[in-house]
């Protein structure tokens, strides 16, 4: 497909080398990750953290994921843990940001981390993303790149859709592979699951050998995703149906459902990881459909599955 954004870069050498510098002057960019494409910027600075925020639109008392390339500058600015290797020795680099506690002489600016005394971490597995985190000697504060509560942008077009010609550097890294955001693990006294993701409960007991909690509430902000509206493409959204009427966007899962006009079917063959990636895919494209209502067949609530539906819960309002 032809490219029609002028803002939209392929990655090669050159236009590494100018993000590089953009980086550095404390602009923002949009780059992909695995999970979902994120609004990057230096996170030592509050200068770009602030336009960060700006862009978004997003509330100060929501705080910025902090991305690393490896283990190094992370010493600098959290206490680390053993719970924390163990899992950073399994998961990482991959979808799933831990939230810690920050050291006091953390260069991280307060913003980012909405004057927490936390922060959230995470080491992206995307090769374009490590590459810039590789040379620079600063983390990438990078929430989703779309505006507050708005859907997550799974594409470099999307990021070019939600905010034009704002963004003045938006690297092409391909759809993103999993298409949801991180699962966020607070290690904070005992484990405690805020946001699930493709990495799930299931997955982190195993290798802790012992039970964690799964409290996704929205008493502490202490990371993106706990607002109760959130993920949302605006537009009323009816949780658990069997059937809708032709006027209505149905967003379907499985065979068991009859294609039509208005259904979208998140996967036919009834994989939860392809109906992730799908997500807001659909969401975009029934948006721009001007469906006046969304209807949502039951997504089973097992493995990412149960990632998906807080995503539809918080999209619908309903958390």
């Given at each position: 497909?032809?490219n ?16 590089l ?8 960019v ?29 509330p ?9 390339y490896?283990?190094?500058?992370l ?12 899992l ?5 680099p ?6 810690m ?5 953390s ?13 959230g ?32 942008p799974?594409?470099?077009s999307d ?6 010609k704002?963004?003045?550097i ?5 759809k993103?592979k ?28 195993k ?6 909690m ?6 502490n902000?202490k990371s993106?995703g ?9 537009i ?17 899962f499985?065979?068991?459902y ?16 392809e109906?992730?990636?799908n997500l807001?895919?659909?969401?975009r ?35």
């Amino acid at each position: 497909m032809k490219n029609i954004y002028s803002n939209i870069l392929k990655f090669n050498k050159k236009n590494l080398s100018k993000t590089l510098k953009y980086l550095r002057r404390s602009n923002i960019v949009g780059l992909p990750t695995e999970t979902v494409y994120g609004l990057a910027g230096n996170a030592y600075s509050s200068k770009s953290v602030k336009k960060i925020y700006n862009l978004k639109k997003r509330p100060r008392i929501n705080p910025l994921i902090i991305h690393y390339y490896d283990l190094t500058k992370l010493y600098n600015d959290v206490e680390i843990n053993e719970t924390f290797l163990k899992l950073y020795k399994y998961f990482c680099p991959g979808p799933i940001t831990f939230i810690m506690k920050k050291k006091k002489s953390s260069k991280i600016s307060k913003l980012a981390c909405a004057n927490l005394k936390t922060v959230g971490v995470r080491f992206p597995n995307n090769k374009i993303t490590r590459k810039i985190l590789k040379r620079i000697d600063f983390p990438l504060a990078m929430p989703s790149a779309n505006k507050a509560n708005a859907v997550s942008p799974v594409t470099a077009s999307d990021v070019a859709d939600e905010f034009g010609k704002d963004i003045k550097i938006i690297i092409d890294g391909r759809k993103s592979k999993i298409g949801i955001e991180s699962t966020v693990l607070d290690l904070n006294k005992k484990p405690n699951i805020l946001r699930p993701g493709v990495i799930s409960r299931e997955k982190i007991e195993k290798i802790l050998k012992k039970r964690i909690m799964n409290s996704n509430i929205n008493k502490n902000i202490k990371s993106p995703g706990m607002f109760k509206k959130h993920y949302s493409p605006n537009i009323p959204m009816i949780l658990n149906k069997k059937k809708v009427s032709k006027n209505h966007a149905f967003i379907t899962f499985g065979k068991r459902y009859k294609k039509s006009i208005n259904t979208y079917n998140l996967s036919e063959n009834s994989n939860l990881y392809e109906a992730a990636r799908n997500l807001y895919k659909l969401f975009r494209k029934i948006k721009k459909m001007n469906y006046k209502k969304i209807y949502v067949a039951k997504i089973p609530n097992k493995g990412i599955g149960v990632a998906i539906n807080d995503r539809l819960k918080r999209a619908a309002g309903k958390k």
